[in-house]
């Protein structure tokens, strides 16, 4: 079975310049998360996607960040315009169907390799 | 408000000594509660998962946690490190409430095993 896909796997920008990652998940996972993870901090959940609607974006700072899913698949996350905070690492996982997975039963999320960014 | 708070940043042992990588949570609700491990330049991967079955859960490579309601606690331990072991690793909550529970990451424990 193949894992989750992300694409790039580096990326080094300019600040005020746009950028956008893509996520394939895992076939057959409803499921859907970014995360930020800043150098020396865990994870952070920018997005979750449940098929192709948002079931939590709270922690997206929407001003400059956006993400979709359309056809409840590949995903992408966009950047405009990127700031030097924005150096890190973003994550995507998938789960099979978090939200049928019942109270305090959580299903597992597989993650990608993540994409590296870095913002001069 | 929910948190997850790992005791150590930074944890080295001998190899084939014990591990213990600590984990304390708050929540208002049953949790469900992981950890997962991230080798350098690799993807974060599952260890084992607590969700309100037997409170000793057994995971991959060898470890085990223990959830401890009393003491809100989900220590992560190996009787037996290996080198391999050198990883960072990361203790995470899920509150339960609801299918949207906000996923919470603690801050993560570097573990060095010494030869």
């Known amino acids: 079975e193949a894992g989750v896909a992300q694409s790039p796997r580096y990326k080094i920008i300019e600040k005020r310049q746009s950028v956008a990652f893509w996520c394939n998940p895992i076939s057959g996972h409803a499921t859907l998360y970014w995360y930020q993870q800043i150098l020396g901090q865990g994870p952070k959940l920018l997005i979750q996607?449940?098929?192709?609607?948002?079931?939590?974006d709270s922690q997206l700072p929407k001003d400059r960040f956006s993400a979709e899913r359309l056809k409840g698949v590949d995903s992408t996350l966009k950047i405009q315009p990127a700031k030097l905070e924005d150096s890190a690492v973003y994550l995507c996982?998938?789960?099979?169907?978090?939200?049928?997975?019942?109270?305090?039963?959580?299903?597992?999320?597989?993650f990608g390799p993540g994409t590296r960014l870095l913002v001069l | 408000a929910q948190s997850v708070t790992q005791l150590d940043s930074h944890v080295s042992v001998s190899e084939g000594t014990p591990v213990l990588l600590r984990c304390n949570y708050s929540?208002?609700?049953?949790?469900?509660l992981f950890w997962y491990v991230q080798h350098p330049n690799k993807g974060l991967q599952l260890l084992l998962k607590?969700?309100?079955?037997?409170?000793l859960v057994k995971g991959i490579n060898g470890f085990e946690a223990e959830f401890k309601k009393s003491e809100t606690s989900f220590h992560l331990t190996k009787p037996s490190a290996h080198m391999s072991d050198a990883a960072e690793y990361f203790c995470v909550v899920i509150p339960g409430y609801s299918s949207a529970s906000k996923i919470i990451f603690g801050s993560g424990t570097r573990l060095s095993i010494r030869p």
């Open positions: 996607f449940q098929n192709n609607g948002v079931v939590d």
């Open positions: 996982a998938s789960s099979l169907d978090a939200a049928t997975a019942g109270q305090g039963d959580q299903e597992t999320q597989y």
């Open positions: 607590y969700t309100s079955a037997a409170t």
């Open positions: 929540s208002s609700y049953s949790p469900s």
